[in-house]
């Protein structure tokens, strides 16, 4: 997968990586994909919630350890 931006958000709390992706998103071109490194349990509902709200798609999630990995592509 080729990621054009990567943010790692570990350590904060809702609603911080939603905002800290939303800005970065907003600086990318159509189609570039967004790489959200978090710590928080709640990102994983919050970032399926933000890719409905907003029309960018979510097109992977993963948990590593306690980490969970957010990858959204601009729309």
């Known amino acids: 997968m080729d990621v054009h931006k990567e943010l790692d958000t570990r ?3 809702c609603p911080l ?3 800290k992706a939303k800005k ?3 600086e990318m071109q159509s189609g570039e994909l967004l790489r ?3 710590t928080d349990p709640g ?3 919050d970032f399926q ?3 409905k709200q907003t029309g960018n798609e979510l ?3 993963q948990t ?3 980490e969970f990995v957010h990858v959204l592509r601009r729309r």
């Open 24 to 26: 970065a998103l907003a």
């Open 11 to 13: 350590g904060l709390n």
């Open 59 to 61: 097109v992977e999630q």
């Open 43 to 45: 990102s994983l509902r």
């Open 36 to 38: 959200v490194v978090a």
């Open 64 to 66: 590593l350890d306690k």
């Open 17 to 19: 990586p939603i905002l």
């Open 49 to 51: 919630a933000f890719a």
